[in-house]
């Protein structure tokens, strides 16, 4: 009933056909992306003949496959043409018995019984006139283009080389400066994948905001968001989302991809952004250490 499949024993054209049919939002399982984010390191686990499939990114570490979500994917979980709690039982219960898990996170279409949530924030898709007046009081004073701005500032919807150097300077909430290449790397690839759309802010002539944001077939998503520290004017990031939400969200929904942070929920909230959970499975390193030591005894 439950199958796992290494990356090479995948039947792609059925799996792309689950995934397309499916009822739950499956952007971030489209094959391209997710071969680009894990270096085709993932694996997957079907239910009958693809009736429902389920993604598994995987790192190597002490030389054993380790479950862990792949930078700039935040949702991956189980899809199929329906969301039964049942066969997600099923599947939550064969990853956490077959795989040593630091960090999985289902969809928000998954209900998964007894496990941890995860929030985010989404735009529904609907007329930008209609999605401003949603905006706080605040927010809407924040992104006008007044003042000095007015005459200072361009819209970029590329990237340079030199783009790089004030991407890495500014990145925020990575434990290792060489991280920020990495991302930089992966937001490189997926925009010339056509994959990633870029919005960048220069005022003066020098850079002040840049985003990439993943474009998928039912959803935009702020996959990597810098700024200037310090800005030259608060209000810029502000005005940033709001240029990307004129162009895009008539058409698809705008997902802020988090967060908890107490300050980034409040950012997201101001534009009238609906919170919504998704299931994750979370453990620390020292319960992994367990895992491992667990399957080591049981080789032996």
Known sequence: MIKRLKYHEIDFDKYNACIENSLQNSDYAQREFLDIVTKKSWELIIYDD????????LIVKFGFKIVLMPKLC???GIFSNQDSVYINNLFYNYLTKNYIVLFYAFNGNNEVSNIGLKKSYIIPKDQYSEVKKRYSIHRRRNVRIIGDLE??????????SEDRAFF?????????????SIYFDLMQTLYEQKLMNIEILEYKNQIESMAGLYCGKTNHYLSLFVNK???SNTNIPSIVID????KTI???DFDFMGSDVENVAKFNERFGAIAYKYPIVSNSKKEVLIQILKKIFFLR
């Not at 693809?50 to 990114?57: G, L, Q, R, S, T």
């Not at 005459?151 to 340079?160: A, G, P, Q, V």
């Not at 890495?168 to 434990?175: D, L, P, Q």
Request: proline content about 7%.
């Open 151 to 160: 005459n200072n500032i361009i819209f970029r919807n590329s990237l340079k």
């Open 229 to 231: 520290n310090p800005l």
């Open 74 to 76: 935040q949702q991956l």
């Open 50 to 57: 693809y009736e429902a499939v389920m993604p598994v990114p």
């Open 168 to 180: 890495v300077e500014n990145m925020k909430g990575i434990k290792k400066k060489e991280d920020a």
């Open 243 to 246: 240029n990307y939400l004129k």
């Open 250 to 252: 008539a058409d698809q």
